[in-house]
T-cell receptor
Framework: GQQVMQIPQYQHVQEGEDFTTYCNSS?????IQWYKQRPGGHPVFLIQ?????EVKKQKRLTFQFGEAKKNSSLHITATQTTDVGTYFC???????????FGTGTRLKVLA | DVKVTQSSRYLVKRTGEKVFLECVQD?????MFWYRQDPGLGLRLIYF???????EKGDIPEGYSVSREKKERFSLILESASTNQTSMYLC???????????FGQGTRLTVV
């Protein structure tokens, strides 16, 4: 089936360091969403990107959609312990009508 | 606020049992989804529904079935539970297929 590859699978950073997770698709995407799942919780929507090359910011989080609309990234500046969790990208494939999640990047922040 | 409620937070079932996982949403969403979450594999789509009585297979439908008799309720059925179906099951709903999905709190199912 259609896949959305997400890297890295895990990342441990010292508090204050930056963090980036990447999401890649082999097909052109209409849009992409990002979610955060806290430990023991459920995924919660963060943002949606629609336009080629789009960049959106939420405080220390920067989201980017690639020019070819095949990849996306989430960058966190100066991580804090509250950033701990798993970050997922999610994509709707119009051909199969499926809403697919990436494999996720699990972030651990060391104080 | 949208609320998606799953009937159980934890379940323990025996191999071979028929298991029902229930999900209810209160925002009149057209679309509902069932995913399972396993370490290192992310969220994998089992089944989804875009309308009452409509259902579509996701990426891993084997061993599962679903029912959507009412718009607000989407049930996942394990016809004969097996140990490899031990997992976290997450239900979600959305207004449109390419928009924000709202998740339930999850059901951690253990099959022994």
């Amino acid at each position: 089936g259609q896949q959305v590859m997400q890297i890295p699978q895990y990342q441990h950073v010292q508090e204050g360091e930056d963090f980036t997770t990447y999401c890649n698709s082999s097909t052109t995407l209409s849009n992409i969403q990002w979610y955060k799942q806290r430990p023991g919780g459920h995924p919660v929507f963060l943002i949606q990107l629609v336009k080629s090359g789009e960049v959106k910011k939420q405080k220390r989080l920067t989201f980017q959609f690639g020019e070819a609309k095949k990849n996306s990234s989430l960058h966190i500046t100066a991580t804090q312990t509250t950033d701990v969790g798993t970050y997922f990208c999610a994509v709707f494939f119009s051909g199969t009508y499926k809403y697919i999640f990436g494999t996720g990047t699990r972030l651990k922040v060391l104080a | 606020d949208v609320k998606v409620t799953q009937s159980s937070r934890y379940l323990v079932k025996r191999t071979g049992e028929k298991v029902f996982l229930e999900c209810v949403q209160d925002m009149d969403h057209e679309n509902m989804f069932w995913y399972r979450q396993d370490p290192g594999l992310g969220l994998r789509l089992i089944y989804f529904s875009y309308d009452v009585k409509m259902k579509e297979k996701g990426d891993i439908p084997e061993g599962y079935s679903v029912s959507r008799e009412k718009k607000e309720r989407f049930s996942l059925i394990l016809e004969s539970a097996s140990t490899n179906q031990t997992s976290m099951y997450l239900c979600a709903s959305s207004l449109q297929m390419n928009t924000e999905a709202f998740f339930g709190q999850g059901t951690r199912l253990t099959v022994v």
